[in-house]
């Protein structure tokens, strides 16, 4: 049968005699209350309970990191795990076992009932000693972190998973109760997208322990670098760890030296050639479905010094730029690649922040450390993010806001960055940091400017009074760090404007797995999905307005806007240059 109803039914004949004959029952437990010996069951079915209930022996097996010191405590877990798990309230079935028999009678076919709690440490007191991976021990099992996790919406738990738990926090658990290796069967699968940590009720840093156990996985493979890794590798491609690091992960984990190397003509004339594409597919792990980004030939550096702009390349140069005291010089952060590649999109930033009155000082030429996090090069992505804050911090010390565009490097920046380096500055100059829409709508909010179409308005008014209609696509980190809803906001102030947003997590590049042969089909079906929703929210909303008008897609990451190219065939452009085109200098 494939009707709910009838496979109900099914199971329901099945499973009731077998619940019927059985001599022992097993569960599991949600919870352990250590004041009153209490077992706490929390399910929909009601399966559990008949286990608890109809066999004369019931033993639950439960894991050591289930007990909670009070039954006070429970009430909060009780709520976060239904809401996040099945969106639900409360659950059909919550049973507190504290005894055999419990709400029936002690004895059953003449036998005494039995009840029995075996406390599972495997590995687990183990994780409790790990900084890192006892963090997963406050893991409630809500599933939330798997129902986001875009790579597991396609592959499902037998391929993202152990046999303990599935999806990304799988791998601390993978690591903590088996191996590092046979973690690493599915570690690369985490882009460290970041949705499982906006959804987590307890907020476990799903991401960050995965990169880390992604670097120990490293280090225990391969501890020694060989021969022509240190005479060829590591003059093309340095990275600081000790051990050996593959070319991919070199490749991916200094973008600004590729797109510099590409800029004198390598890359663009390897990438021409197919055998040498075969050769990088073979080596690198790069799919032959995908092109590396090439970059412009002039960066946004050069661009914005021709233009008479301000660009500042060490600590020395920011201290001498920081004591505006007017509030009027902004610090725009340039991304690898909007320095090099989305030169436009950094061109239309600094337009929109000039026509805002400020006086841009672009700060150029260093990587934030995302391609080498990415990677689990932690060493190379603490030293990236070393000389990157030293210098922001300067900036941001003295009261000058620091702004980015690239919202994976943006967050490397304000989240990443006081986790790769404890004891610095890190977290002050994250509070100094904006991303560039959440800037602009503060900016145009404080004079009250955004907000209407009258006389008060920033915008240029369109002849007609309408546009396009507008679907954008968010970045998975706009979207955890709270960016999102200020890019809607901005957008949807532009008179005649309409947005609307779609509801898939990840494009399926996410950064650097989308480019690799292994994960391509992954990052190939995500696209296909993600391709899908926009067509299908342009036609409702061509639909509404009775008149077939182009639909633009938005997309403010870097990789999203090459997804949407590769698989849709389409072009996506990054907010701030439409608002580029609307806004009026202030
Ligand atoms: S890691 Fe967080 S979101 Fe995932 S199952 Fe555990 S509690 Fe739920």
Redesign the pocket.
């Known amino acids: 049968p494939e009707e709910p109803a009838e496979l109900t039914q099914l199971a329901r004949e099945k499973l009731r005699a077998d619940f019927l004959s059985a001599d022992l029952g097993i569960t599991g437990a949600n919870f352990l209350l250590a004041d009153t010996g209490t077992v706490v069951i929390v399910e929909n079915e009601g399966n559990a309970r008949m286990t608890t209930q109809v066999p004369p022996v019931h033993v639950v097996i439960a894991g050591i990191e289930k007990i909670l010191p009070r039954a006070a405590d429970l009430l909060l877990f009780l709520q976060l795990l239904p809401r ?1 798990g099945t969106g639900q309230i409360l659950t059909s079935y919550l049973s507190f076992i504290s005894g055999p028999g419990w709400g029936a009678s002690p004895m059953i076919n003449g036998a005494a009932r039995s009840f029995h709690v075996v406390l599972l440490d495997n590995g687990r007191m183990a994780m409790r000693d790990d900084e890192l991976l006892s963090e997963a021990l406050y ?7 798997m129902t986001v996790c875009p790579p597991y919406q396609v592959v499902g738990g037998h391929v993202y998973g152990g046999p303990t738990y599935h999806s990304g ?1 799988g791998n601390a658990w993978e690591a903590g109760v088996r191996s590092l290796d046979t973690a690493a069967d599915f570690n690369a699968l985490c882009t460290t997208c970041s949705r ?1 940590q906006d ?4 907020k ?1 840093d ?1 991401p960050w322990i995965n990169t880390v156990i992604r670097e120990r996985i490293a280090l225990q493979r391969f501890p020694q670098r060989g021969l022509i890794e240190r005479l060829v590798y590591d003059r093309v491609l340095p990275v600081q760890e000790d051990g050996s690091v593959s070319l991919e992960k070199r490749l991916f984990s200094d973008p600004a030296r590729v797109y510099a190397m590409s800029r004198q003509g390598v890359w663009s004339n390897l990438m021409r050639f197919r055998p040498a594409r075969a050769v990088l597919s073979r080596f690198v792990g790069l799919s032959s479905a995908r092109t590396l980004p090439l970059p412009n030939s002039e960066t946004l550096a050069e661009w914005h010094r021709r233009r008479g702009g301000r660009v500042v390349k060490t600590r020395y140069q920011v201290q001498r730029l920081s004591n505006d005291r007017r509030g009027s010089t902004v610090f725009l952060f340039a991304d690898c690649h909007t320095e090099h590649v989305d030169t436009d999109v950094g061109k239309a930033a600094i337009s929109c922040l000039e026509k805002c009155g400020k006086g841009v000082v672009l700060v150029a030429g260093q990587c934030c450390g995302r391609g080498a996090l990415s990677q689990g090069l932690l060493e190379t992505a603490s030293r990236q993010a070393k000389k990157l804050q030293e210098l922001l911090a300067p900036a941001v010390k003295t009261g000058q806001a620091v702004v980015g565009i690239e919202p994976s490097c943006l967050s490397a920046v304000v989240d990443d960055h006081a986790k790769l380096l404890p004891g610095s500055d890190a977290a002050e100059v994250a509070s100094g940091t904006f991303e560039v829409l959440e800037f602009l709508l503060a900016e145009l909010s404080a004079v009250g400017a955004a907000m209407d179409g009258g006389e008060t308005s920033a915008w240029t008014p369109v002849p007609d009074g309408r546009l396009s209609p507008l679907v954008l696509h968010g970045h998975c980190q706009q979207k955890t760090l709270g960016w999102l809803p200020a890019a809607v906001k901005l957008l949807g102030s532009i008179p005649g404007m309409e947005v609307q947003v779609t509801s898939a997590e990840c494009c399926g590049m996410a950064g650097s797995f989308g480019y690799k042969g292994d994960y391509y089909p992954i990052s190939e079906e995500l696209g296909r999905r993600l391709m899908t929703e926009l067509d299908e929210l342009a036609g409702a909303a061509n639909q509404a307005r009775g008149v077939q008008m182009t639909c633009g897609y938005l997309a403010c990451g870097t990789s999203c806007r090459a997804q949407i190219a590769d698989i849709g065939g389409c072009e996506a452009r990054h907010p701030v240059e439409l608002i580029d085109q609307r806004l009026t200098k202030r």
Do not use: A, D, F, L
């Open positions: 996040t893991c409630i099992r809500c599933g939330g972190c926090i499982c959804i987590c009720p307890v476990i799903i």
